[in-house]
């Protein structure tokens, strides 16, 4: 018996869908899989965290903490039990851009799911006492977060690498005093004001039955905007590079954040950036992970990546280190960052991280649920589909001096913002005599 030959690998594309827009202003994307029998149905809103007021911020999300408590078809838990009685799990989430709600369910049972995931959004009862409970959580989870390094962390880098003017700035599911000030009413005006169906895109995937849109016509045809007014976004600009030391006593390691404000997938510079980040930090054998976790012990794991927004993103190292190291650590990870000369991207470096992204893409794709994702984000930020391979070529044609380039620009080493969190007792002086001028954090 011969071994099998083992071929060149086939030029995978992202799947074309059919594209559709009811009467009510809803449009919808319908990914054809055969064989996927587990059905994945996302809707996205387009409802910028901007448009919220900002004594509110944080109503958007609580929106979809609220929406599967009850409808007024299916009053308190029916609903779950409605969900549940068609095996399909529902779940959502927000962005500073818009807002998604996702239905899985076997194909088998899409009858009965399809018009439930309408119902959610067109008649949810968003009731005074699930809100109220619903706010008690959110506070308890703010707390939580601020006790948390990294969700701290997180937050503080945030609001410290864009400007403050910018609702992007800020928490997207709002702060205590915003979250506290949230009533029944400002949920239901909200919502009545947000969930329209002509600012709403469904995006299906999965073995779909040929009169798919006449089923998805009928779960949402009751659908009307009650909203009005064109959605408009913000395009979040950079705040001036600082140092944060936020003091936590007798931390025995610090949570660290190293990075400026990014790039989004339409910059021309996106590709090669992700490449460059790629080989600096994003992957397992990275430049900085190969050095602050293999040879020095500093920390479990370090990366360095572009997380895009619909305008702009956030470009960051991230680690923990010890306490006794960190000083130490960030200087080092500063110097690793240097691709001057000779430190340029190389040619394998870059071929590695091009074989990883391109290749990972179809296998990140594999299901309905994940060809839903990939398409839904894109629907958040604006962009069409086809992205997906022209982004891939993109990546194909980028060089190693591209990339050198694409960093160098952008994640500019004395332009950086560094936020830590840990004992400032230990780590001010140490920072200091690394260069940094920590401005420290003490919580009341």
């Given at each position: 018996?011969?071994?099998p030959?083992?071929?060149?690998?086939?030029?995978?594309?992202?799947?074309e869908?059919?594209?559709?827009?009811?009467?009510?202003?809803?449009?919808?994307?319908?990914?054809h899989?055969?064989?996927?029998?587990l059905?994945?149905?996302?809707?996205?809103v387009?409802?910028?965290?901007?448009?919220?007021?900002?004594?509110?911020?944080?109503?958007?999300?609580?929106?979809?903490?609220?929406?599967?408590?009850?409808?007024?078809s299916?009053?308190?838990?029916?609903?779950?039990?409605?969900?549940?009685?068609?095996?399909?799990?529902l779940?959502?989430?927000?962005?500073?851009?818009?807002?998604?709600?996702?239905?899985?369910?076997?194909?088998?049972?899409?009858?009965?799911?399809?018009?439930?995931?309408?119902?959610?959004?067109?008649?949810?009862?968003?009731?005074?006492?699930?809100?109220?409970?619903?706010?008690?959580?959110?506070?308890?989870?703010?707390?939580?977060?601020?006790?948390h390094?990294?969700?701290?962390?997180?937050q503080?880098?945030?609001?410290?690498?864009?400007?403050?003017?910018?609702?992007?700035?800020?928490s997207?599911a709002?702060?205590?005093?915003?979250?506290?000030?949230?009533?029944?009413?400002?949920?239901?005006?909200?919502?009545?004001d947000?969930?329209?169906?002509?600012?709403s895109?469904?995006v299906?995937?999965?073995?779909?039955?040929?009169?798919?849109?006449?089923?998805?016509?009928?779960?949402?045809?009751?659908?009307?905007?009650?909203?009005?007014?064109?959605?408009?976004?913000?395009?979040?600009?950079?705040?001036?590079?600082?140092?944060?030391?936020v003091?936590?006593?007798?931390?025995?390691q610090?949570?660290?954040?190293?990075?400026?404000?990014?790039?989004?997938?339409?910059h021309?510079?996106?590709?090669?950036?992700?490449?460059?980040?790629?080989?600096?930090?994003?992957?397992?054998?990275s430049?900085?992970?190969?050095?602050?976790?293999?040879?020095?012990?500093?920390?479990?794991?370090v990366?360095?990546?572009n997380?895009?927004?619909r305008?702009?993103?956030?470009?960051?190292?991230?680690?923990s280190?010890?306490?006794e190291?960190?000083?130490?650590?960030?200087?080092?990870a500063?110097?690793?960052?240097?691709?001057?000369?000779?430190?340029?991207?190389?040619?394998?470096?870059l071929?590695?991280?091009?074989?990883?992204?391109?290749?990972?893409?179809?296998?990140?794709?594999?299901?309905?649920?994940?060809?839903?994702d990939?398409?839904?984000?894109l629907v958040?930020?604006?962009?069409?589909?086809?992205?997906?391979?022209?982004?891939t070529?993109?990546?194909?044609r980028?060089?190693?001096?591209?990339?050198?380039?694409?960093?160098?620009?952008?994640?500019?080493?004395?332009?950086?913002?560094?936020?830590?969190?840990?004992?400032?007792?230990?780590?001010?002086?140490?920072?200091?005599?690394?260069?940094?001028?920590?401005?420290?954090?003490?919580?009341?």
């Amino acid at each position: 018996m011969s071994r099998p030959v083992v071929g060149a690998p086939r030029v995978w594309q992202f799947p074309e869908p059919e594209r559709r827009t009811l009467d009510n202003g809803l449009r919808l994307l319908a990914f054809h899989r055969p064989g996927q029998h587990l059905l994945n149905a996302t809707l996205v809103v387009d409802q910028p965290l901007v448009s919220e007021p900002r004594a509110l911020e944080g109503v958007s999300s609580m929106i979809l903490r609220v929406l599967d408590e009850g409808t007024r078809s299916h009053p308190g838990t029916d609903f779950a039990d409605a969900v549940e009685g068609c095996g399909a799990v529902l779940h959502g989430g927000t962005s500073q851009s818009a807002a998604h709600l996702s239905i899985e369910v076997p194909v088998t049972r899409l009858d009965a799911a399809l018009p439930l995931l309408a119902e959610v959004v067109r008649e949810p009862q968003l009731s005074d006492d699930d809100v109220r409970r619903q706010v008690e959580l959110r506070l308890a989870e703010i707390a939580q977060h601020r006790a948390h390094p990294a969700h701290r962390g997180g937050q503080e880098f945030r609001a410290a690498v864009i400007d403050g003017a910018f609702r992007a700035s800020r928490s997207a599911a709002g702060e205590a005093d915003t979250v506290a000030a949230i009533s029944g009413e400002a949920v239901r005006t909200a919502h009545a004001d947000q969930y329209r169906p002509d600012a709403s895109t469904l995006v299906l995937a999965g073995d779909l039955p040929a009169d798919l849109l006449g089923r998805v016509d009928r779960a949402f045809a009751g659908w009307r905007s009650t909203g009005s007014g064109a959605v408009q976004h913000e395009s979040p600009l950079a705040a001036p590079p600082r140092c944060l030391l936020v003091h936590r006593s007798g931390a025995v390691q610090a949570d660290v954040r190293l990075g400026s404000f990014g790039v989004d997938r339409s910059h021309p510079d996106w590709p090669a950036l992700r490449l460059g980040t790629f080989v600096l930090g994003g992957g397992f054998l990275s430049r900085l992970n190969r050095v602050l976790r293999e040879e020095r012990g500093y920390t479990y794991g370090v990366q360095l990546t572009n997380v895009p927004a619909r305008h702009g993103g956030l470009l960051s190292l991230h680690a923990s280190f010890r306490t006794e190291v960190a000083a130490a650590a960030i200087s080092e990870a500063t110097d690793l960052l240097v691709t001057d000369g000779d430190r340029g991207i190389t040619r394998p470096e870059l071929t590695d991280a091009v074989n990883y992204l391109v290749g990972v893409a179809p296998l990140r794709c594999a299901t309905a649920a994940g060809i839903v994702d990939q398409a839904s984000a894109l629907v958040e930020v604006g962009l069409d589909q086809s992205f997906v391979n022209r982004h891939t070529a993109e990546l194909l044609r980028i060089s190693p001096d591209q990339a050198t380039d694409a960093v160098q620009r952008l994640l500019p080493l004395g332009a950086l913002t560094l936020v830590v969190v840990g004992d400032a007792d230990v780590l001010a002086e140490p920072l200091r005599a690394q260069g940094f001028d920590p401005q420290v954090v003490v919580d009341d």
